[in-house]
């Protein structure tokens, strides 16, 4: 999984005796651009009038003060070139995953928004699909991109070239391999075999193409927050372009670039947190302190043993603001 949902952050009241309750930061309110479809929320027909015009559609899942949301839609669909070309091959529509109005997604199901995105297990926002013809999804990207490989995505759908290649194939051979050198972090260890890992597991995938590897490195695992939190895990940086054997966490011989294969990490830095050998938390989208911090927390201590990750970032968000401590959910 990617991001938590921000769910019922703020919603319970009050402190314990003597203590201020705290406070969240963070959140970003911003408005969908006013070129998106102002659909009647029928998609079967939204998809119809798409293919008519030899386009597909673009389902944008937001939620109001998403910081990763606002980030998007800042970077991929309000700057150019990536507006005009989105214009000319999508026809783009906003639903609110915390929304009530009532979507007809096909025949079949006829929901608010909020219900699609529960049965679309839309966990991250933004959440993106694209639609085709048959108004099937071929492509679903969870969480925030660079727009340069935002861009190749948007190519990958607007050429077709999901009818006989995958996304993942298609990223590795269309990337620019000239944008990020791999650096040296304390964190790493160099462990080849990850079944002798007993403890908490991080794997980290990077590549040359990695447009967020620095910010990775820098705002995220250089806040002390994260830092605080990751200090359990063995922390294994890959290579997601290798062929150098390793050992997987099951004792199997494998290579870096079969991993990534393996897992379709598409994203650059992805992130795979494992514990006793059992993957619990993926991150294949950025993430910011809070939410990265809160989701080793939760494999670190245990806590997946017991509940869900929706659940724990509820109750998690409730213990701290009782405790007089301020959420920032905003960038490093």
């Not at 944008?60 to 070309?85: I, K």
């Not at 590897?213 to 372009?241: N, W, Y």
């Not at 509940?307 to 007089?324: C, F, N």
């Amino acid at each position: 999984m990617g991001l938590a949902f921000l769910l019922g952050l703020g919603l319970l009241a009050g402190a314990a005796e003597g203590t201020a309750r705290g406070s969240i930061t963070g959140g970003v309110a911003h408005e969908a651009p006013s070129w998106f479809k102002e659909s009647f929320l029928d998609i079967a027909d939204d998809v119809d009038e798409a293919t008519e015009a030899g386009k597909h559609v673009l389902l944008f899942f937001q939620l109001n003060d998403c910081p990763y949301c606002d980030r998007m839609l800042e970077e991929g669909f309000e700057a150019e070139p990536l507006t005009s070309y989105i214009q000319q091959h999508f026809d783009t529509i906003a639903i609110n995953v915390r929304g009530d109005r009532e979507i007809a997604f096909n025949e079949e199901i006829s929901v608010s928004e909020k219900q699609l995105s529960e049965i679309l297990k839309v966990a991250a926002t933004p959440a993106i699909l694209f639609l085709d013809q048959d108004n099937q999804t071929v492509v679903r990207v969870n969480g925030y991109r660079a727009p340069e490989r935002f861009k190749q995505i948007l190519e990958f759908v607007a050429t077709r070239s999901y009818q006989n290649s995958k996304l993942a194939d298609y990223l590795q051979a269309k990337l620019d391999r000239n944008v990020y050198q791999l650096r040296p972090n304390p964190l790493f260890s160099e462990v080849r075999d990850l079944s002798s890992i007993d403890g908490p597991l991080m794997l980290i995938f990077e590549d040359g193409s990695c447009y967020d590897c620095d910010e990775f490195h820098d705002g995220i695992l250089g806040h002390a927050l994260v830092r605080k939190e990751i200090e359990s895990f063995t922390i294994v940086r890959l290579d997601a372009d290798s062929t150098e054997t390793i050992i997987d966490v099951n004792g199997n011989e494998t290579t870096p670039a079969e991993l990534a294969r393996e897992h379709e990490m598409i994203y650059r830095p992805g992130v795979l947190a494992f514990d006793k050998g059992t993957l619990v938390r993926r991150h294949d989208s950025l993430t910011f302190p809070h939410h990265f911090k809160e989701s080793m927390r939760f494999v670190a201590g245990g806590f997946y043993q017991q509940t869900d990750y929706r659940t724990y970032s509820q109750q998690r968000t409730e213990e701290l603001l009782e405790a007089g401590v301020d959420i920032d959910l905003g960038r490093p």
